[in-house]
């Protein structure tokens, strides 16, 4: 038989848990009960917590309690804040048992004000004397970083540029271009001159090529080499694309991130760029990255289709480009220059004193200076920004050029078959080639100029009774009389 008079308690807290136990067995089985619900049993005796008196507890397993389980049974509506409840203090009572003595004098007062007696059952106890229900109010001045600047300050990274002109060190950066327009060039070009000039460390930098054939690997690890940062690409010593999120999560966890510069080659490898959902997850973990002190810079390739005006277009959802902290679009300028490209960056994004625009130039491959990729990777050069403009005229008469391509055909054709009159022109392009007539006089009128360009395809000279005479720029010593000549024979 229970002891009726004992209750549970804890003397290694000094703390009463206390339930008196009503004299009736249903009162008991509901004690138990409540303790196989909290699946509170124990395989060893409660020691210095104590039993219900009466009962040997290696007699009764499901009654020896862990004290958080009683805890818990003792005030389900408090759940976790019955920890932090002061000690419990009932009166002198002599029906209460301890194992130990058990100071009460210090304890703040614990009863039923109403009856001035311990409550009878837990789910019943009041809070202590003088303690507030009231829960605290929220405010959002716990997320203040005014307090932290300092610390901060410490952290923060200086305005260098890793590429310079265009990606800063600390922000993430992606560069969008169509394939062989020179992207992956350019970017170890500015990179090398950025160690060079003492700007950023070598031994800091990541370039990931995941986008080449082993001969481009090989050729461009001895670029990295002699510059003195790091190539990686996938499935070399271990590296493995699907596993760098991981990596960088990593480095984010140690932080050891700061200064780290890694640059993606192509974007495309690492995250779905179709995908809003992945291409959101791999940019938050970026921007943690970014956040630690990293450096990280994208490059990605355009959409196959240019837009109304000709320009290019990033290719993938916008994700990328709306949480990066800058991102330009490459793009060739189509030049009349056999033996050099002519490339613009233009930027679309910015954060910080980035160059909107930057004109930049190399040897094409069939050069005869060309005879590897040193030499090509040699002959890169940053363009002067007066130079700027002329590249975006040029740039922009190509795209107008590439929509007036038949008639310039038609007429380039007339010419060269000796119609050189301006009704002769525009007869045989509306004959021999379907161009309509309005069509036809609008381009002879547009590319019409002195020196040849995308811009200007032939020139035009009076001849007799004020006759317009049109010769293709390739052939500049022809003149009005040389035709007239050559067609009386």
Not at 141 to 163: P, R, W
Not at 176 to 190: C, E, I, R, V
Not at 375 to 404: H, T, W, Y
Request: aromatic share 8%; proline share 3%.
């Amino acid at each position: 038989m229970l002891d009726e008079s004992k209750s549970i308690y804890d003397t290694s807290h000094t703390t009463i848990i206390g339930e008196k136990i009503p004299p009736d067995a249903a009162n008991t089985e509901r004690l138990r009960a409540k303790v196989a619900t909290a699946d509170a049993r124990s395989t060893e005796p409660v020691k210095n917590y104590g039993c219900l008196s009466g009962i040997d507890c290696n007699d009764a397993p499901d009654l020896n309690l862990d004290i958080n389980a009683l805890f818990e049974l003792a005030h389900k509506k408090l759940d976790a804040e019955i920890e932090m409840l002061p000690p419990l203090k009932y009166m002198q009572d002599n029906s209460v048992g301890f194992e130990s003595p058990i100071d009460y004098s210090n304890m703040p007062l614990y009863q039923d004000e109403t009856t001035n007696e311990p409550p009878a059952y837990f789910d019943d106890m009041p809070l202590p004397i003088g303690e507030s229900t009231e829960k605290p109010k929220f405010s959002f001045a716990k997320f203040s970083i005014t307090g932290n600047l300092d610390a901060m300050k410490t952290q923060m990274l200086n305005d260098v540029f890793v590429l310079d002109g265009i990606a800063l060190l600390g922000q993430l950066t992606a560069i969008y271009a169509k394939p062989n327009t020179g992207k992956t060039l350019l970017t170890l070009w500015m990179l090398a001159e950025s160690i060079k000039a003492g700007r950023i460390k070598g031994e800091n930098v990541y370039y990931i090529n995941a986008d080449d054939t082993y001969k481009g690997l090989v050729t461009k690890g001895e670029v990295a080499k002699k510059y003195g940062f790091s190539m990686i690409a996938p499935n070399e010593n271990g590296f493995k694309v699907e596993d760098f999120s991981s990596h960088l999560r990593q480095l984010i966890a140690d932080d050891s991130a700061k200064d780290v510069i890694i640059v993606l080659d192509t974007l495309k490898k690492f995250t779905d760029l179709m995908d809003k959902k992945k291409g959101s997850e791999f940019m938050k973990t970026a921007r943690e990255f970014t956040l630690k002190g990293g450096t990280m810079i994208m490059l990605a390739h355009t959409n196959k289709n240019r837009t109304g005006d000709g320009k290019v277009v990033a290719g993938g959802t916008s994700d990328i480009g709306d949480d990066c902290d800058c991102a330009y679009t490459l793009d060739e300028v189509q030049g009349n220059s056999k033996t050099h490209k002519d490339v613009l960056f233009e930027n679309f994004k910015s954060r910080g004193n980035v160059k909107k625009e930057l004109l930049a130039t190399y040897a094409q491959s069939d050069n005869p200076i060309i005879s590897n990729y040193h030499d090509l990777f040699d002959s890169v050069q940053i363009a002067d920004s007066n130079d700027i403009e002329q590249a975006k005229k040029e740039r922009d008469a190509a795209i107008k050029q590439a929509k007036d391509k038949d008639a310039i055909e038609a007429i380039t054709d007339a010419i060269i078959q000796g119609n050189h009159k301006r009704l002769e022109i525009v007869d045989y392009a509306m004959k021999l080639h379907g161009v309509a007539r309005r069509k036809a006089k609008d381009a002879l009128d547009n590319y019409t100029g002195t020196k040849l360009s995308n811009s200007s395809l032939w020139r035009v000279q009076i001849g007799e009774r004020n006759s317009q005479i049109y010769y293709l720029l390739t052939d500049e010593n022809t003149s009005a009389d040389d035709y007239e000549n050559a067609k009386n024979g």
